[in-house]
């Protein structure tokens, strides 16, 4: 029997009744990856994963057992939508060894840090909002603030982070609404920002009355030298900081934070009401329980050994087996480094090739608004893989370079 599409029982064109910005959306190239490098044989480097193997899954069992034993009927009940307070005390006090002087009711608990950029840009973006970043930047926030049809400029990464130096011209021409800015092991690219460059960067926002996004997801995961002032704190009237559980301690239970001046927050607090109520009551408290026993600090100094050994052979790998005219970030922390190849090589062509030889990156390409830059370069990640599967994956890579490279002679 044939079906017709304007039939009550026939199929619907669900394309016809979206709307606008709904049909600008594009999947993350990222979770695209990840569907193709989900087979165990594959060696990935393009996840941001922590390691699964390090996942402190005792120590939650025993937070859950005990939250319902001793309190069921909070851990398991609605919330308020600022997030849990003795978790947002235990934040407040935690960033205050930074000299953030944030109280827990500047404090909103979110889903995850991806909701907290969700719900910025549902507060600050209009269609054609300008939001300057550098280049390369957070996969995530483009896609998050892409929805809300923001525009995108850009000003150049080097290997010590946002070339602040070059802030002050595109402020003047392009007139964004905010500057967001990864200070520490930036993702993708693996950059710290140096003080002095963050003090320029406070300036220039002061002197043009701008707002800062400060995302800090991986702060708390330094493998050497000291902390470095956070921007909030030379600018805590202006500036938001994003940070996040996900990476300290699991993924899973999506748990990030905002803190800011007290009138954003609570206009914040509106935001996420209309999306999700509040974050996970039982969650909220699963991390609260594991932080306020001292459980989160020896995990994450656990993490910071293991992953400042992978990161080291990784660096030890790419100048062993990568062509000469490679070069690539060393990350003082976090989870990536970015990786640049001979210029004739475009890593999002070679990625089909490098799939076959059970191997996986992230193309640089994706890290850039409009895809035009980042042609030769790769986000590698060195916290999700085993040592000996960080040598072997980066042999397997420098094979297919230095094949690349023979064609093209």
């Not at 600008?24 to 087979?39: D, G, H, N, Y």
């Not at 997801?217 to 938001?240: F, Q």
Request: glycine share 6%; proline share 7%; aromatic share 8%.
């Amino acid at each position: 029997m044939t079906v017709y599409a304007n039939s009550p029982t026939g199929p619907v064109d669900w394309e016809r009744f979206l709307s606008q910005r709904a049909q600008k959306m594009k999947s993350s190239a990222i979770r695209e990856l990840l569907k193709v490098t989900q087979q165990p044989e594959v060696i990935s480097f393009a996840g941001g994963l922590p390691a699964p193997e390090l996942f402190p899954v005792r120590e939650i069992e025993e937070a859950c057992n005990y939250l319902l034993r001793k309190e069921p009927k909070r851990a398991l009940q609605y919330s308020t939508t600022e997030g849990h307070p003795p978790l947002r005390e235990f934040l407040a006090a935690t960033v205050a060894k930074y000299g953030i002087q944030h109280g827990p009711d500047n404090i909103l608990i979110t889903t995850g840090s991806q909701q907290a950029l969700d719900l910025i840009g549902k507060v600050f973006i209009d269609p054609g909002t300008t939001i300057l970043t550098a280049e390369p930047t957070y996969l995530g926030a483009i896609q998050a603030w892409r929805a809300y049809e923001a525009e995108f400029v850009t000003i150049p990464l080097d290997d010590h982070g946002m070339c602040v130096e070059q802030l002050e011209e595109t402020i003047k021409e392009k007139k964004p609404c905010f500057i967001y800015v990864l200070p520490n092991f930036h993702n993708p690219a693996g950059t710290t920002l140096p003080e002095y460059r963050r003090k320029h960067l406070v300036k220039i926002a002061r002197k043009y009355d701008l707002i800062i996004v400060e995302d800090d997801p991986y702060g708390a995961l330094r493998y050497e030298d000291d902390d470095i002032t956070p921007i909030s704190v030379m600018a805590p009237e202006r500036t938001l900081y994003l940070g996040t559980f996900s990476k300290t301690l699991t993924p899973g239970l999506r748990i990030g934070w905002i803190m800011g001046p007290m009138e954003i927050i609570q206009r914040l607090v509106r935001a996420k009401q209309g999306a999700d109520l509040h974050t996970s009551t039982f969650d909220q408290m699963i991390a609260n329980d594991i932080a306020q026993r001292g459980i989160l600090k020896v995990h994450v100094r656990r993490l910071c050994n293991v992953y400042r050994q992978r990161r080291d052979t990784m660096l030890k790998a790419l100048e062993t087996h990568w062509p000469e005219d490679s070069s690539w970030t060393h990350p003082q922390g976090g989870l990536f480094l970015w990786a640049r190849v001979p210029e004739p090589i475009d890593t999002a062509q070679l990625f089909p090739k490098a799939v076959e030889a059970k191997v996986a990156y992230v193309a640089g390409v994706h890290f850039f608004p409009y895809a035009d830059g980042g042609h030769n370069a790769m986000r590698l990640n060195f916290s999700n893989s085993k040592p000996e599967l960080i040598e072997l994956g980066i042999q397997r890579l420098g094979g297919l370079l230095d094949a690349e490279l023979e064609q093209t002679k």
